[in-house]
């Protein structure tokens, strides 16, 4: 299974306090463990203020 979906995004960033910076959403994907694929993906979003995990989800997946 991909560790690169919507549910494992969520997993990864459970805990996230928003607005957050995509410092602070690497940081808390750090800190759930997240997949190396996940950590590849959220550490090539732009380099924001993110007001809610939709806006994450959307920069994640936007080439899917």
């Not at 919507?6 to 997949?35: F, M, R, T, W």
């Not at 203020?49 to 994640?60: F, I, L, Q, T």
């Amino acid at each position: 299974m991909s560790d690169t979906n919507p549910i494992e995004l969520q997993k990864a960033l459970k805990g996230a306090h928003y607005p957050a910076s995509k410092d602070d959403l690497v940081s808390c994907a750090e800190g759930n463990h997240a997949g190396r694929q996940m950590m590849d993906k959220i550490s090539h979003i732009p380099g924001k203020s993110y007001e809610n995990p939709a806006e994450v989800e959307k920069a994640v997946f936007k080439n899917r």
